[in-house]
Protein backbone atom coordinates (compact mmCIF):
# COMPACT_ATOMS: atom_id res chain seq x y z
CA UNK A 1 0.00 0.00 0.00
CA UNK A 2 1.27 3.31 -0.86
CA UNK A 3 1.37 6.47 2.08
CA UNK A 4 1.91 9.81 1.24
CA UNK A 5 2.51 12.60 3.95
CA UNK A 6 2.45 16.13 4.42
CA UNK A 7 4.20 17.32 7.38
CA UNK A 8 3.16 20.83 6.90
CA UNK A 9 -0.71 21.01 8.04
CA UNK A 10 -0.54 24.89 7.81
CA UNK A 11 1.60 27.55 5.87
CA UNK A 12 1.38 31.29 5.18
CA UNK A 13 3.03 33.87 2.25
CA UNK A 14 3.09 36.69 1.36
CA UNK A 15 1.73 38.10 -2.02
CA UNK A 16 4.29 37.85 -5.02
CA UNK A 17 6.70 35.62 -2.76
CA UNK A 18 7.79 31.85 -3.10
CA UNK A 19 6.43 29.69 -1.20
CA UNK A 20 7.31 25.47 -1.12
CA UNK A 21 5.43 22.87 -0.23
CA UNK A 22 6.80 19.44 1.38
CA UNK A 23 5.23 15.91 0.04
CA UNK A 24 6.87 12.22 0.89
CA UNK A 25 5.58 9.03 0.20
CA UNK A 26 6.12 5.59 0.67
CA UNK A 27 5.56 3.11 -2.39
CA UNK A 28 7.14 0.07 -3.78
CA UNK A 29 6.27 0.68 -7.40
CA UNK A 30 8.50 1.99 -9.65
CA UNK A 31 5.50 3.52 -12.25
CA UNK A 32 3.33 6.01 -10.98
CA UNK A 33 1.96 9.44 -11.47
CA UNK A 34 2.31 11.88 -8.44
CA UNK A 35 0.07 15.32 -8.53
CA UNK A 36 -0.55 18.52 -6.96
CA UNK A 37 -4.32 18.85 -6.20
CA UNK A 38 -5.76 22.52 -5.23
CA UNK A 39 -9.19 22.96 -3.22
CA UNK A 40 -10.52 26.08 -2.59
CA UNK A 41 -12.86 27.23 -0.60
CA UNK A 42 -15.13 26.10 -2.96
CA UNK A 43 -14.56 22.49 -2.36
CA UNK A 44 -13.87 21.91 -6.35
CA UNK A 45 -10.94 20.06 -6.79
CA UNK A 46 -8.25 21.08 -9.12
CA UNK A 47 -5.49 19.15 -11.14
CA UNK A 48 -2.23 21.85 -10.47
CA UNK A 49 0.45 20.00 -11.61
CA UNK A 50 1.55 16.43 -12.23
CA UNK A 51 4.51 14.70 -12.43
CA UNK A 52 5.31 11.16 -14.24
CA UNK A 53 7.85 9.06 -11.82
CA UNK A 54 9.74 7.87 -15.10
CA UNK A 55 11.06 11.31 -16.15
CA UNK A 56 13.74 12.60 -14.55
CA UNK A 57 12.60 16.23 -15.82
CA UNK A 58 10.88 18.24 -12.97
CA UNK A 59 7.26 19.22 -14.57
CA UNK A 60 6.44 23.14 -14.71
CA UNK A 61 2.91 24.73 -15.19
CA UNK A 62 3.33 28.58 -15.35
CA UNK A 63 4.30 29.60 -11.48
CA UNK A 64 4.03 25.90 -10.10
CA UNK A 65 6.76 23.82 -10.65
CA UNK A 66 8.02 20.51 -8.59
CA UNK A 67 11.02 18.69 -7.28
CA UNK A 68 10.59 15.41 -7.96
CA UNK A 69 13.82 13.42 -5.88
CA UNK A 70 12.95 9.76 -6.53
CA UNK A 71 15.77 8.21 -4.64
CA UNK A 72 13.96 10.11 -1.58
CA UNK A 73 10.53 9.83 -2.48
CA UNK A 74 9.64 13.25 -2.39
CA UNK A 75 7.52 15.45 -4.18
CA UNK A 76 7.61 19.06 -3.12
CA UNK A 77 5.59 22.05 -4.91
CA UNK A 78 7.04 25.21 -5.66
CA UNK A 79 4.83 28.22 -6.49
CA UNK A 80 6.47 31.25 -7.49
CA UNK A 81 4.68 35.15 -7.68
CA UNK A 82 2.12 33.85 -4.95
CA UNK A 83 -1.33 35.73 -5.60
CA UNK A 84 -3.97 35.89 -3.02
CA UNK A 85 -6.01 33.41 -5.56
CA UNK A 86 -3.51 30.50 -4.37
CA UNK A 87 -5.31 30.72 -1.16
CA UNK A 88 -6.89 26.82 -0.83
CA UNK A 89 -5.71 23.54 0.24
CA UNK A 90 -3.24 21.67 -1.23
CA UNK A 91 -3.20 17.87 -1.59
CA UNK A 92 -0.15 16.06 -2.31
CA UNK A 93 -1.70 12.82 -4.30
CA UNK A 94 -0.08 9.05 -5.63
CA UNK A 95 -1.11 6.94 -8.37
CA UNK A 96 0.17 3.64 -9.52
CA UNK A 97 0.70 3.74 -13.74
CA UNK A 98 -1.42 1.16 -15.55
CA UNK A 99 1.06 -0.12 -18.22
CA UNK A 100 -1.66 -1.22 -20.52
CA UNK A 101 -4.86 0.55 -21.07
CA UNK A 102 -7.83 0.18 -19.06
CA UNK A 103 -8.88 2.25 -16.36
CA UNK A 104 -6.52 4.40 -14.11
CA UNK A 105 -5.84 3.29 -10.33
CA UNK A 106 -7.01 4.70 -7.48
CA UNK A 107 -5.76 8.64 -6.11
CA UNK A 108 -4.14 8.20 -2.76
CA UNK A 109 -3.64 11.95 -1.07
CA UNK A 110 -1.52 13.28 2.01
CA UNK A 111 -3.88 15.15 4.43
CA UNK A 112 -3.23 18.35 2.98
CA UNK A 113 -1.36 22.28 3.49
CA UNK A 114 -3.80 24.95 4.13
CA UNK A 115 -1.79 27.36 2.27
CA UNK A 116 -2.79 31.49 2.84
CA UNK A 117 -2.03 34.30 1.04
CA UNK A 118 -1.47 37.31 2.45
CA UNK A 119 -1.88 40.68 1.15
CA UNK B 1 -18.11 21.04 -22.15
CA UNK B 2 -19.79 20.05 -18.95
CA UNK B 3 -17.68 19.19 -15.91
CA UNK B 4 -18.55 17.01 -13.75
CA UNK B 5 -21.67 17.76 -12.09
CA UNK B 6 -22.87 16.14 -8.25
CA UNK B 7 -26.27 16.23 -6.43
CA UNK B 8 -27.21 17.42 -4.18
CA UNK B 9 -24.81 20.06 -3.03
CA UNK B 10 -25.42 19.64 0.63
CA UNK B 11 -27.92 17.22 2.36
CA UNK B 12 -29.02 16.02 5.78
CA UNK B 13 -29.77 12.91 7.17
CA UNK B 14 -30.24 10.94 10.41
CA UNK B 15 -28.68 7.82 11.63
CA UNK B 16 -30.25 4.73 10.22
CA UNK B 17 -31.28 6.32 6.99
CA UNK B 18 -30.00 5.77 3.45
CA UNK B 19 -29.09 8.10 1.22
CA UNK B 20 -28.40 8.08 -2.49
CA UNK B 21 -25.82 10.87 -4.43
CA UNK B 22 -25.70 11.41 -7.72
CA UNK B 23 -22.11 12.16 -10.03
CA UNK B 24 -22.63 12.96 -14.05
CA UNK B 25 -19.45 12.86 -15.62
CA UNK B 26 -17.10 15.10 -17.88
CA UNK B 27 -18.21 14.82 -21.48
CA UNK B 28 -16.31 12.52 -23.08
CA UNK B 29 -15.24 9.95 -19.96
CA UNK B 30 -16.55 6.92 -19.16
CA UNK B 31 -15.23 5.66 -15.78
CA UNK B 32 -16.18 7.11 -12.38
CA UNK B 33 -14.53 7.45 -8.92
CA UNK B 34 -15.88 7.98 -5.46
CA UNK B 35 -14.00 9.38 -2.70
CA UNK B 36 -15.21 10.25 0.66
CA UNK B 37 -13.24 13.78 2.53
CA UNK B 38 -13.99 13.52 6.34
CA UNK B 39 -13.25 17.71 7.39
CA UNK B 40 -9.53 18.19 7.77
CA UNK B 41 -8.75 15.38 5.97
CA UNK B 42 -7.50 14.56 2.21
CA UNK B 43 -9.85 12.37 -0.13
CA UNK B 44 -10.15 8.38 0.59
CA UNK B 45 -10.68 6.08 -2.14
CA UNK B 46 -14.33 4.45 -1.89
CA UNK B 47 -14.31 2.83 -5.42
CA UNK B 48 -14.76 2.69 -9.35
CA UNK B 49 -17.10 1.86 -12.08
CA UNK B 50 -16.97 1.78 -15.39
CA UNK B 51 -18.69 -0.86 -18.15
CA UNK B 52 -21.52 -0.54 -15.27
CA UNK B 53 -19.35 -2.56 -12.86
CA UNK B 54 -17.21 -2.27 -10.14
CA UNK B 55 -13.46 -2.40 -11.06
CA UNK B 56 -11.61 -1.07 -7.98
CA UNK B 57 -12.82 -0.76 -4.29
CA UNK B 58 -11.44 0.92 -1.06
CA UNK B 59 -11.06 -0.10 2.63
CA UNK B 60 -14.91 0.87 2.78
CA UNK B 61 -18.04 -1.24 4.54
CA UNK B 62 -20.76 -3.27 2.49
CA UNK B 63 -22.76 -0.88 3.61
CA UNK B 64 -21.81 1.71 0.58
CA UNK B 65 -22.56 0.52 -2.72
CA UNK B 66 -22.61 2.66 -6.30
CA UNK B 67 -24.14 1.83 -9.05
CA UNK B 68 -23.38 3.16 -13.13
CA UNK B 69 -25.73 3.86 -15.79
CA UNK B 70 -24.83 3.45 -19.93
CA UNK B 71 -24.54 6.91 -20.15
CA UNK B 72 -21.94 6.51 -17.54
CA UNK B 73 -23.11 8.54 -14.64
CA UNK B 74 -23.40 7.24 -11.22
CA UNK B 75 -24.73 6.71 -8.14
CA UNK B 76 -23.42 6.05 -4.66
CA UNK B 77 -25.63 4.88 -1.69
CA UNK B 78 -25.06 4.90 1.58
CA UNK B 79 -27.31 2.45 3.98
CA UNK B 80 -27.64 2.01 7.82
CA UNK B 81 -26.22 6.04 7.92
CA UNK B 82 -23.84 6.72 10.93
CA UNK B 83 -22.74 9.97 12.23
CA UNK B 84 -18.91 8.88 11.37
CA UNK B 85 -20.35 8.80 7.35
CA UNK B 86 -20.34 13.22 7.18
CA UNK B 87 -18.43 14.10 5.04
CA UNK B 88 -17.81 15.39 1.50
CA UNK B 89 -18.31 12.77 -0.89
CA UNK B 90 -16.31 13.80 -4.39
CA UNK B 91 -17.32 11.97 -7.78
CA UNK B 92 -14.04 12.07 -9.96
CA UNK B 93 -14.38 10.78 -14.16
CA UNK B 94 -11.82 9.87 -16.20
CA UNK B 95 -11.15 8.12 -19.99
CA UNK B 96 -10.08 4.71 -19.90
CA UNK B 97 -7.64 5.17 -22.51
CA UNK B 98 -5.04 2.88 -24.33
CA UNK B 99 -1.68 2.81 -22.80
CA UNK B 100 0.32 5.59 -22.21
CA UNK B 101 -2.33 7.97 -21.20
CA UNK B 102 -2.11 10.40 -18.36
CA UNK B 103 -5.51 8.96 -16.61
CA UNK B 104 -6.23 12.42 -15.02
CA UNK B 105 -9.16 12.51 -12.69
CA UNK B 106 -11.24 15.52 -12.72
CA UNK B 107 -13.15 16.52 -9.89
CA UNK B 108 -16.80 17.16 -9.14
CA UNK B 109 -17.90 20.08 -6.72
CA UNK B 110 -18.85 17.82 -4.15
CA UNK B 111 -22.19 16.77 -2.02
CA UNK B 112 -21.74 17.56 1.67
CA UNK B 113 -23.30 15.32 3.68
CA UNK B 114 -24.37 15.87 7.41
CA UNK B 115 -25.38 12.85 9.41
CA UNK B 116 -27.27 13.90 13.13
Known amino acids: AQTVTQSQPEMSVQEAETVTLSCTYD???????LFWYKQPPSRQMILVIR??????QNATENRFSVNFQKAAKSFSLKISDSQLGDTAMYFC????????????????FGKGTLLTVNP | DAGVTQSPTHLIKTRGQQVTLRCSPK?????VSWYQQALGQGPQFIFQ???????QRGNFPDRFSGHQFPNYSSELNVNALLLGDSALYLC???????????????FGPGTRLTVT
Open chain 2, 49 to 55: YYEEEER
Open chain 1, 93 to 108: AFMKRRLGGGSNYKLT
Open chain 1, 51 to 56: QEAYKQ
Open chain 2, 92 to 106: ASSWRLAAGSTYEQY
Open chain 1, 27 to 33: TSENNYY
Open chain 2, 27 to 31: SGHDT
